[in-house]
């Protein structure tokens, strides 16, 4: 049977949901019977996004919003990220929101917590741990968004991935040059990396995405540099030194590092398809969100678009599939 793109899609979401009716929940299946006929690609695993306000002008996001959002966009998950750091955004958005959005919504939100490193504790590493364990016994799955105005081995950050450590939690960092700073070439997250060989560290933001590229200045460290990507890349480096690192492809800065060279970007993709994992950024409504016909229009092999969508976020996160 030969059908077009658009009614082949409905047919497909048709069939997974008439099996979705009849069987155990699969938050996969649900998803592609939920999603618009136009949705582009998937069903999605989204590791970035917000609820909230975020920036000041902007509407706050909830979390039926999110949730429509993701049946339009054909994403059967997503994380939810705190920021609680006062260099992160204009407005925090706590753990508490995250945690509680998830536990009205199991099947599809994913929720993470974050302490900002600079916060008073009692009992150091003890009272810190503490802190932390509180939120992974009610359902936290990782860490972050871990967006902070110090670099990103100042030894308050360090202590932090300590924790982590402890609690087997991911962390997801932004870097750019205020939050989570570093020199060309991220000698600091490779000691950070090197120090920490069992943290899977998520990395997203300018600074980490513009070391694509080799021949970085330092001042492209806070931007979206254009243009051909040159060999010789710190994160081609350090992915392949470090088995603990992850990218995440949201924001403006992971759709820049793709689509900057889109011929680099796809063997970037295929090459380092067992580490990153689809993300978007979203906290407002109505945000333009490029990743979608962004990663639709690679040319990629099954396997790796599967892992990148969401193969490699169910793994990472112990998520259901």
């Not at 917000?50 to 959002?69: E, F, I, M, Q, V």
Request: glycine share 10%; aromatic share 8%; net charge neutral.
């Amino acid at each position: 049977m030969n059908l077009p793109p658009t009614s082949r899609r409905r047919f497909l979401r048709q069939t997974f949901a008439a099996t979705v009716a009849g069987a155990t929940f699969d938050p996969v299946a649900a998803a592609l019977a939920r999603a618009t006929p136009d949705a582009a690609g998937g069903p999605y695993i989204d590791v970035h996004t917000h609820l909230g306000r975020t920036w000041n002008g902007d509407p706050p996001l909830t979390t039926h919003g999110l949730l429509a959002w993701m049946d339009t966009h054909n994403v059967a998950k997503a994380v939810v990220l705190p920021l609680v750091s006062p260099e992160s955004s204009s407005y925090l958005n706590l753990t508490e929101v995250a945690l509680d959005a998830a536990k009205a919504h199991p099947d599809r939100l994913v929720p993470f917590c974050c302490i900002d490193p600079r916060t008073s504790y009692r009992g150091g590493r003890v009272g810190l741990r503490a802190l932390l364990k509180e939120y992974v016994d009610q359902g936290a799955k990782g860490f972050g968004e871990h967006k902070v105005g110090l670099p990103i081995d100042e030894p308050r950050m360090m202590a932090v991935y300590e924790v982590c450590d402890d609690l087997k939690l991911p962390v997801l960092f932004h870097s750019d040059d205020i939050r989570g700073t570093d020199e060309s070439g991220l000698p600091g997250l490779a000691r950070v990396l090197k120090a920490f060989p069992n943290v899977p560290f998520i990395g997203h933001g300018p600074g980490f995405w513009a070391s694509i590229s080799g021949n970085l200045p330092k001042a492209d460290l806070g931007g979206y540099p254009k243009g051909k990507v040159f060999p010789g890349g710190a994160l081609d480096r350090l992915f392949e030194a470090h088995p603990n690192l992850w990218g995440d492809l949201s924001a403006g800065s992971g759709s820049n590092a793709l689509a900057r060279d889109k011929e680099f970007g796809q063997r970037f993709l295929i090459r380092r398809a067992d580490r990153l994992l689809f993300g978007t950024d979203y906290l407002k409504p109505g945000q333009d969100v490029p990743q979608f016909e962004l990663m639709a229009s690679f040319d990629l092999p099954a396997d790796v678009r599967a892992k990148i969508e969401r193969g490699n976020a169910t793994t990472l996160l112990k998520l259901s599939d």
